[in-house]
């Protein structure tokens, strides 16, 4: 008997991993100074980082700078490893947006030391979702606008044409390592405009005709 598939509608709670790219839009990598990868830069959040609306982003304790980082996420549908690029986006059920929000300071901090960024990356509360999106309201999910606003000033805003890696090339790179199961997200890079955000800042981001969602940010 065939498993039963899952409703992805709630794959923050059953998804078992959030596979995160780091540097995936050239403007990005230029604004803080690092440099742009030959091959995806993959680090992961735990599940326990996901909030959605009607939830706050928490300051991590002796956070100084905390950081917004937009993101189209594809959430895996169907399980596979040792993908072909070509069937890739067989395995794609659906998107949400996401933030990948970031301690800028102790990532640098650990940058410098040649550590893992986890700490700066993984609290909780660091990973904030939109409702899902299903897979036919994205056709082209390399033809989409994401923007974010604090307080509503515009502070990000980019295209996922300019993505350095395709969806389908980074979910055949990430199954090659890693098993890419069923609810799984993947984070596929932020486009320039980072900045940090305070307590009482109220932060919304969309992709643009699709969707928008909002959160607060609390100490």
């Known amino acids: 008997m065939a498993a039963k598939t899952r409703d992805l509608r709630r794959f923050v709670d059953f998804g078992r991993k959030i596979v995160a790219v780091g540097r995936n839009y ?105 409702d899902f999106i299903h897979s036919s309201s994205i056709p082209d999910p390399h033809n989409l606008k994401l923007w974010l606003k604090v307080d509503g000033v515009t502070k990000q805003e980019g295209v996922t044409s300019d993505m350095m890696f395709t969806v389908p090339f980074l979910i055949s790179y990430i199954s090659k390592i890693m098993t890419l199961e069923e609810g799984d997200l993947i984070l596929t890079g932020t486009p320039a405009g980072v900045s940090a955000v305070k307590e009482g800042d109220n932060i919304t981001a969309g992709i643009e005709g699709i969707v928008e969602m909002a959160f607060s940010v609390e100490k």
């Open 26 to 130: 050239r403007d990005h990598a230029a604004e803080l100074g690092n440099v742009v990868p030959d091959k995806p830069l993959i680090f992961l959040k735990p599940t326990s980082a996901y909030i959605e609306q009607g939830s706050k982003i928490k300051i991590p304790s002796n956070c100084s700078q905390l950081h917004h980082e937009v993101e189209l996420g594809v959430v895996i549908g169907q399980k596979g490893a040792n993908i072909n690029e070509e069937a890739a986006m067989d395995h794609v059920g659906g998107y949400a947006l996401a933030l990948d929000m970031t301690d800028r300071t102790l990532q640098e901090e650990l940058k410098k030391k040649g550590h893992p960024w986890a700490i700066s990356k993984g609290f909780d509360t660091s990973c904030p979702v939109s």
